[in-house]
């Protein structure tokens, strides 16, 4: 019987959790993607503490107009500006198993914009 679009997607973030990991130094970047929002945050996984998080449902971004895309790379400068304030500069980038395509890119290109390397 064949795996479901979750089973899959499950399987593949099993997958890359086992090669990236967040540490004080360099944190890790987690993002989720649902069909209407989209949620991000840095998390160090040796402590297990979320350093700064950020989403689609944050108040001066659900306001904001544009494609799914475009909210997608307001989050990633918002998460961006957070983590700079927080401290952390360089990040490890986990997808979640869903592809480096479209939004979690999008997402990823904002993070970029607001100075955090990855």
């Given at each position: ?16 959790r086992k090669v990236v990991s967040g540490t004080e130094a360099r ?71 869903y592809q480096y395509h479209g939004r979690v890119k999008s997402l ?11």
């Open positions: 019987m064949a795996l479901t679009k979750n089973q899959r997607r499950l399987r593949i973030k099993n997958r890359i944190p890790r970047l987690a993002v989720f993607r649902s069909n209407k929002e989209i949620y991000a945050q840095i998390i160090d996984d040796v402590t297990g503490n979320t350093i700064s998080a950020a989403s689609s449902r944050d108040k001066d971004i659900s306001s904001a107009k544009g494609t799914k895309s475009d909210i997608a790379t307001l989050v990633g400068k918002s998460l961006g500006e957070k983590a700079l304030k927080a401290g952390v500069e360089t990040i490890a980038f986990d997808r979640g198993g990823a290109e904002g993070a970029r914009e607001a100075g955090l390397k990855f």
